[in-house]
């Protein structure tokens, strides 16, 4: 099993893949997100908690140790457990 990465080796390789930003994102318990989209490419990392990801390709669910990349526009929602998240998010412009 790969070990979780901290959060300086996910601005590491995130900066070196052309990310612009880094932020952790802290999300409240049960916090529901309607439909929405971003202006920028994100590569997200739970760092803590749950967040089940509903886009128009379907459903998935994320916990903690797992990450995603989301491109720039694409409409989704976000539903945080009942723990919350904390959210490691790499922004591309």
């Keep these: 099993m790969k070990p979780q990465p901290t959060l300086i080796d996910f601005t590491a390789q995130a900066?070196?893949?052309?990310?612009?930003?880094?932020?952790q994102k802290e999300w409240a318990c049960d916090l529901v997100l309607e439909k929405?989209?971003?202006?920028f490419d994100a590569r997200v990392q739970l760092s803590a908690g749950q967040l089940v990801l509903s886009l128009?390709?379907?459903?998935?669910?994320?916990?903690?140790?797992q990450g995603?990349?989301?491109?720039?526009g694409v409409e989704h929602a976000e539903q945080y457990g009942p723990q919350?998240?904390?959210?490691?998010?790499?922004r591309k412009l």
């Design 84 to 90: 919350g998240a904390t959210l490691w998010v790499a």
């Design 15 to 23: 900066m070196e893949d052309g990310f612009d930003e880094i932020i």
């Design 56 to 65: 128009a390709s379907g459903v998935q669910k994320f916990e903690s140790g």
């Design 36 to 39: 929405h989209t971003h202006p």
């Design 68 to 72: 995603f990349f989301l491109a720039r």
